[in-house]
């Protein structure tokens, strides 16, 4: 990760000292680094650049409207699940014809919504939601994507597979035939692209490759059928290093992409969300207390659980380190890294090697470019952090911390008290 490094011994975001940042925005806040989200982007976009490829960034992973510009500016679509998040890609400048809407649970109304501004296709996920899109795309017609569920373990954290047959997604893979079928028969549905997506954070390309053989053959009976299936949607997935992980590279999966699918002539989509920004993301904060207790020391810091919450809903890896490079020979121990919140949940990390620190250092969790604002609330009424996008030697703030007025306005009381 080089747009995050030292320079004369403090850490830099681009050209900015992660410092100075703090003292015109206050901790904690997000960081994201404008070079980095752009190398990805255009890396993956290179490495698919001999085939029909476009890239849909899957805008659930960091929907802020500055980073879905920057992609928008690089030619990317978007992958979106729901109508607040197609408002967000419309927004920020994705054409609506560079769009595709997953989901397993979309409603009537961000159905009606999608289908209104002409997005590019609708990947549908079961029985019930052929039928509602039928019925309210029967006068205009609409051709859709079917997302199919390949029964294919990602070996992934098993909160984040979504392809076995005992996940929620998609349509079984051995009744995709039948479902072809029947959105065929119905008269405003025309039914054009198969879609999968087995999981995130994926480190192994053995489960992407089954899944996208399923695929391929699947498409190859479909047309047998004498459907035309013109697309497949690849889904997204590819892993990030957040410690010792070895992700495949964007090269090995365009070389999987070509083997499984490079002889059907079809439009391919992908959707990566995680391998464009994890790693051009930081959340920095700064230390409260350095507290040592009777079995273990605590770092306790101004960022917890609900600005953050992978580590303690996925048991997540998250780097740390300190903003103020470690001298050489500093003396350090092991501590937990903990949040300010009221349960033993709030720990961002255990026995990490970290010297003696005062209040007011700051820190950094590295690779929290992706599914980290995006899932962040206001538990124990906790302002949403601001977000930084650094361009070189610039910063914005693209997301500027709400006041107390603001979330507490949001609460009424009832009429009778
Ligand atoms: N397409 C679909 C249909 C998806 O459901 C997802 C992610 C993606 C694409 C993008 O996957 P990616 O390239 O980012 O792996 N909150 C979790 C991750 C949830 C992923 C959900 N679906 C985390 O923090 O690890």
């Not at 003292?23 to 976009?45: D, H, I, K, M, R």
């Not at 849909?56 to 030619?75: E, H, M, P, W």
């Not at 996925?314 to 121990?333: D, F």
């Not at 906790?382 to 693209?398: D, Q, T, W």
Request: hydrophobic residues 45%.
């Amino acid at each position: 990760m080089t747009a995050f490094d030292y320079r004369e011994g403090a850490l830099h975001a681009e050209g900015v000292a992660i410092t100075d940042i703090a003292t015109q925005v206050g901790t904690p806040f997000y960081c994201y680094s404008t070079a980095a989200l752009t190398e990805q982007y255009e890396a993956f976009a290179g490495a698919l650049s001999g085939q029909d490829a476009t890239i849909c960034y899957a805008v659930k992973a960091n929907s802020n409207q500055a980073v879905i510009r920057t992609f928008a500016d690089l030619g990317a679509g978007a992958d979106v699940v729901s109508e607040g998040e197609l408002r967000r890609a419309l927004a920020a400048g994705i054409p609506a014809d560079r769009i595709i809407f997953s989901g397993v649970g979309k409603s009537r109304d961000e159905l009606a919504y999608a289908l209104a501004q002409n997005i590019h296709k609708i990947n549908v996920e079961s029985e019930p939601e052929l039928l509602l899109l039928g019925e309210l795309a029967a006068d205009r017609g609409v051709e859709i994507g079917i997302r199919v569920n390949p029964d294919v373990d990602a070996k992934t954290h098993e909160k984040i597979s979504t392809g076995r047959a005992d996940n929620k997604f998609g349509i079984d893979i051995s009744r995709a035939r039948e479902i072809f079928a029947q959105a065929a028969a119905m008269p405003g549905i025309t039914p054009v692209s198969v879609a999968v997506h087995i999981g995130s954070q994926l480190t192994d390309l053995a489960p992407l490759r089954a899944a996208y053989a399923s695929v391929a053959e699947l498409v190859t009976a479909l047309r047998a059928d004498g459907h035309r299936i013109d697309t497949i949607d690849l889904g997204g997935g590819l892993g990030i290093r957040y410690r010792d992980e070895s992700p495949p590279s964007f090269a090995d999966y365009a070389a999987i992409v070509q083997e499984s699918t490079g002889n059907l002539g079809c439009r391919l989509f992908v959707e990566p969300g995680r391998s464009l920004v994890g790693n051009a993301g930081v959340l920095v904060t700064r230390v409260i207390f350095d507290k040592q207790g009777l079995a273990r020391r605590f770092v306790i810091v101004d960022a917890a659980m609900n600005d953050l919450v992978r580590p303690a809903m996925y048991e997540a890896y998250h780097g740390i380190r300190t903003v103020q490079e470690k001298a050489s020979g500093v003396v350090e121990s092991e501590a937990d890294i903990v949040g300010p919140i009221c349960e033993t949940g709030d720990t961002f990390a255990r026995d990490r090697h970290l010297p003696a620190l005062a209040p007011d250092d700051l820190l950094v969790f590295d690779s929290a470019g992706a599914y980290g604002a995006v899932m962040a609330g206001t538990y124990n009424t906790r302002l949403l952090i601001p977000e930084v996008l650094v361009k070189g030697s610039e910063f914005a703030v693209v997301r500027a911390r709400p006041t107390y007025d603001d979330l507490l306005k949001l609460d009424r009381l009832a009429k009778w008290q």
